[in-house]
Protein backbone atom coordinates (compact mmCIF):
# COMPACT_ATOMS: atom_id res chain seq x y z
CA UNK A 1 0.00 0.00 0.00
CA UNK A 2 2.30 2.67 -1.50
CA UNK A 3 0.73 5.85 -0.23
CA UNK A 4 3.17 8.14 -1.25
CA UNK A 5 4.87 7.77 -4.20
CA UNK A 6 7.96 9.02 -6.23
CA UNK A 7 8.17 7.55 -9.43
CA UNK A 8 11.75 8.90 -11.06
CA UNK A 9 14.07 7.24 -8.84
CA UNK A 10 16.79 9.45 -10.33
CA UNK A 11 17.15 12.89 -12.15
CA UNK A 12 20.21 14.95 -13.34
CA UNK A 13 20.65 18.11 -13.76
CA UNK A 14 23.16 20.83 -14.63
CA UNK A 15 24.97 23.15 -11.96
CA UNK A 16 23.07 26.40 -11.74
CA UNK A 17 19.69 25.18 -13.75
CA UNK A 18 16.24 24.11 -11.95
CA UNK A 19 15.78 20.54 -10.46
CA UNK A 20 11.79 19.73 -9.96
CA UNK A 21 10.92 16.66 -7.80
CA UNK A 22 7.68 15.15 -7.74
CA UNK A 23 6.00 13.16 -5.19
CA UNK A 24 2.29 12.07 -5.64
CA UNK A 25 0.08 10.69 -2.22
CA UNK A 26 -3.34 8.94 -2.19
CA UNK A 27 -4.79 9.33 0.92
CA UNK A 28 -6.37 12.61 0.63
CA UNK A 29 -6.57 13.09 4.78
CA UNK A 30 -2.55 13.74 4.87
CA UNK A 31 -2.07 17.10 5.59
CA UNK A 32 1.38 18.16 6.19
CA UNK A 33 4.05 17.29 4.24
CA UNK A 34 7.77 17.09 4.33
CA UNK A 35 11.18 16.97 2.07
CA UNK A 36 14.28 15.44 3.60
CA UNK A 37 17.39 15.19 2.20
CA UNK A 38 19.96 12.05 2.13
CA UNK A 39 23.64 12.12 2.00
CA UNK A 40 25.51 8.55 1.48
CA UNK A 41 26.18 6.86 4.95
CA UNK A 42 24.06 10.20 7.04
CA UNK A 43 20.27 9.56 8.01
CA UNK A 44 17.96 11.52 6.48
CA UNK A 45 17.75 15.48 7.13
CA UNK A 46 14.71 17.49 7.09
CA UNK A 47 14.67 20.42 4.33
CA UNK A 48 11.27 22.23 3.79
CA UNK A 49 7.63 21.28 4.95
CA UNK A 50 4.18 22.51 3.90
CA UNK A 51 0.83 22.21 5.27
CA UNK A 52 -2.40 21.58 3.45
CA UNK A 53 -3.58 25.05 3.97
CA UNK A 54 -0.70 26.36 1.87
CA UNK A 55 0.04 25.42 -1.23
CA UNK A 56 3.35 26.98 -1.75
CA UNK A 57 6.63 27.47 0.87
CA UNK A 58 9.60 29.13 0.09
CA UNK A 59 13.48 28.37 1.92
CA UNK A 60 15.98 30.09 0.23
CA UNK A 61 16.68 27.90 -3.17
CA UNK A 62 13.99 25.81 -2.04
CA UNK A 63 10.23 25.71 -3.14
CA UNK A 64 7.15 23.24 -2.40
CA UNK A 65 4.30 23.56 -4.19
CA UNK A 66 1.51 21.45 -3.04
CA UNK A 67 -1.53 20.65 -5.60
CA UNK A 68 -4.22 19.11 -3.27
CA UNK A 69 -6.23 18.58 -5.81
CA UNK A 70 -4.06 16.46 -7.79
CA UNK A 71 -2.66 14.97 -4.77
CA UNK A 72 0.63 16.24 -5.63
CA UNK A 73 3.67 18.62 -4.32
CA UNK A 74 7.03 19.03 -5.91
CA UNK A 75 10.45 20.49 -4.37
CA UNK A 76 12.31 22.97 -6.52
CA UNK A 77 15.57 23.85 -6.20
CA UNK A 78 16.51 26.62 -7.85
CA UNK A 79 20.10 27.33 -9.20
CA UNK A 80 20.98 23.74 -8.56
CA UNK A 81 24.22 23.31 -7.06
CA UNK A 82 26.66 20.16 -7.10
CA UNK A 83 26.35 19.61 -3.08
CA UNK A 84 22.28 19.42 -3.56
CA UNK A 85 23.64 16.01 -5.19
CA UNK A 86 21.75 13.58 -2.57
CA UNK A 87 19.09 11.28 -2.11
CA UNK A 88 15.52 13.16 -1.53
CA UNK A 89 12.95 11.93 0.47
CA UNK A 90 8.63 12.81 0.44
CA UNK A 91 6.67 12.12 3.26
CA UNK A 92 3.17 12.81 4.28
CA UNK A 93 1.07 12.65 7.48
CA UNK A 94 -2.55 12.80 8.61
CA UNK A 95 -2.90 15.41 11.80
CA UNK A 96 -2.87 13.91 14.62
CA UNK A 97 -1.50 10.45 14.05
CA UNK A 98 2.09 9.84 14.96
CA UNK A 99 2.91 8.38 11.38
CA UNK A 100 4.54 9.81 8.55
CA UNK A 101 4.57 7.74 5.21
CA UNK A 102 8.08 8.40 2.93
CA UNK A 103 8.27 8.09 -0.63
CA UNK A 104 11.20 5.66 -1.90
CA UNK A 105 13.27 8.57 -3.00
CA UNK A 106 14.82 10.37 -5.71
CA UNK A 107 18.28 10.29 -6.15
CA UNK A 108 19.21 13.93 -7.66
CA UNK A 109 22.85 14.22 -9.46
CA UNK A 110 23.67 18.06 -9.73
CA UNK A 111 26.34 18.19 -12.98
CA UNK A 112 28.96 20.62 -12.43
CA UNK B 1 29.10 16.66 17.97
CA UNK B 2 26.44 14.55 16.10
CA UNK B 3 23.11 15.10 17.38
CA UNK B 4 21.59 11.88 16.80
CA UNK B 5 24.44 8.69 17.20
CA UNK B 6 23.97 5.16 16.34
CA UNK B 7 26.20 2.60 17.04
CA UNK B 8 27.07 -0.05 14.91
CA UNK B 9 26.96 1.58 11.49
CA UNK B 10 27.57 -1.78 10.14
CA UNK B 11 26.52 -5.33 11.64
CA UNK B 12 27.34 -8.29 9.96
CA UNK B 13 25.39 -11.62 11.80
CA UNK B 14 24.11 -15.02 11.36
CA UNK B 15 20.22 -16.19 11.18
CA UNK B 16 19.43 -16.85 14.48
CA UNK B 17 21.63 -14.91 16.69
CA UNK B 18 20.48 -11.91 18.82
CA UNK B 19 22.07 -8.72 18.30
CA UNK B 20 21.35 -4.87 19.17
CA UNK B 21 21.65 -1.79 17.68
CA UNK B 22 22.62 1.49 20.44
CA UNK B 23 20.72 5.23 20.02
CA UNK B 24 21.57 8.30 21.67
CA UNK B 25 20.23 11.70 21.00
CA UNK B 26 21.61 14.95 23.09
CA UNK B 27 18.99 17.14 21.64
CA UNK B 28 17.26 17.03 24.35
CA UNK B 29 13.99 15.65 22.93
CA UNK B 30 11.63 13.52 24.39
CA UNK B 31 10.63 11.56 21.50
CA UNK B 32 12.39 9.04 19.74
CA UNK B 33 12.06 6.70 16.86
CA UNK B 34 12.92 3.61 14.95
CA UNK B 35 12.36 3.02 11.41
CA UNK B 36 13.31 0.27 9.16
CA UNK B 37 14.46 1.29 5.52
CA UNK B 38 14.02 -2.38 3.35
CA UNK B 39 15.61 -3.20 0.15
CA UNK B 40 13.17 -1.78 -2.10
CA UNK B 41 13.83 1.52 -0.18
CA UNK B 42 10.50 2.05 1.90
CA UNK B 43 11.30 4.05 5.06
CA UNK B 44 8.72 2.34 7.68
CA UNK B 45 8.50 3.42 11.44
CA UNK B 46 8.43 1.02 13.78
CA UNK B 47 8.55 2.56 17.44
CA UNK B 48 8.14 5.24 19.51
CA UNK B 49 8.95 6.53 22.85
CA UNK B 50 7.83 9.60 24.65
CA UNK B 51 9.96 9.99 27.60
CA UNK B 52 11.03 6.40 28.28
CA UNK B 53 7.35 5.15 27.50
CA UNK B 54 6.37 3.47 24.56
CA UNK B 55 3.86 5.15 22.49
CA UNK B 56 3.55 3.20 19.02
CA UNK B 57 4.49 -0.14 17.92
CA UNK B 58 3.44 -0.17 14.44
CA UNK B 59 2.69 -4.19 14.07
CA UNK B 60 6.47 -5.13 14.70
CA UNK B 61 7.24 -8.60 15.24
CA UNK B 62 7.90 -9.39 19.45
CA UNK B 63 11.33 -10.28 18.49
CA UNK B 64 11.61 -6.64 18.26
CA UNK B 65 12.11 -5.09 21.45
CA UNK B 66 12.89 -1.47 22.03
CA UNK B 67 14.66 -0.66 25.37
CA UNK B 68 14.76 3.01 26.29
CA UNK B 69 16.90 3.35 29.98
CA UNK B 70 16.32 7.61 29.86
CA UNK B 71 15.07 9.70 27.73
CA UNK B 72 18.27 10.27 25.07
CA UNK B 73 18.70 6.25 24.77
CA UNK B 74 16.45 3.93 22.73
CA UNK B 75 17.96 1.01 21.95
CA UNK B 76 16.79 -2.06 19.58
CA UNK B 77 16.79 -5.39 20.18
CA UNK B 78 16.47 -8.26 17.93
CA UNK B 79 16.47 -12.05 18.67
CA UNK B 80 16.55 -14.51 16.65
CA UNK B 81 17.24 -13.11 13.75
CA UNK B 82 15.99 -13.60 9.97
CA UNK B 83 17.22 -12.82 6.43
CA UNK B 84 14.36 -10.71 6.00
CA UNK B 85 15.14 -8.56 8.99
CA UNK B 86 18.42 -7.18 6.75
CA UNK B 87 17.64 -3.23 6.37
CA UNK B 88 18.86 -0.24 7.13
CA UNK B 89 17.57 1.29 10.51
CA UNK B 90 16.70 4.57 11.56
CA UNK B 91 16.79 6.14 14.62
CA UNK B 92 15.31 9.42 14.81
CA UNK B 93 14.27 12.01 17.53
CA UNK B 94 11.54 14.75 17.77
CA UNK B 95 11.23 17.94 20.11
CA UNK B 96 7.57 17.42 20.01
CA UNK B 97 4.94 14.72 21.41
CA UNK B 98 3.93 12.13 19.26
CA UNK B 99 1.09 12.85 17.07
CA UNK B 100 2.08 16.65 16.92
CA UNK B 101 0.75 17.58 13.28
CA UNK B 102 3.78 19.93 12.36
CA UNK B 103 6.83 17.49 13.85
CA UNK B 104 10.25 17.65 12.33
CA UNK B 105 12.42 14.64 13.37
CA UNK B 106 15.85 14.28 13.25
CA UNK B 107 17.30 11.17 12.10
CA UNK B 108 21.04 9.17 13.13
CA UNK B 109 23.24 7.99 10.26
CA UNK B 110 21.21 4.41 10.27
CA UNK B 111 22.75 1.03 10.99
CA UNK B 112 23.12 -1.65 8.31
CA UNK B 113 21.89 -4.95 9.41
CA UNK B 114 23.11 -8.04 7.08
CA UNK B 115 21.77 -11.49 8.09
CA UNK B 116 23.30 -14.21 6.68
Known amino acids: DQQVKQNSPSLSVQEGRISILNCDYTNSMFDYFLWYKKYPAEGPTFLIS?????DKNEDGRFTVFLNKSAKHLSLHIVPSQPGDSAVYFC???????????FGTGTRLKVLA | DTAVSQTPKYLVTQMGNDKSIKCEQN?????MYWYKQDSKKFLKIMFSYNNKELIINETVPNRFSPKSPDKAHLNLHINSLELGDSAVYFC???????????????FGPGTRLTVL
Open chain 2, 92 to 106: ASSPHRVGTPTDTQY
Open chain 1, 91 to 101: AASRGGTYKYI
Open chain 2, 27 to 31: LGHDT
Open chain 1, 50 to 54: ISSIK
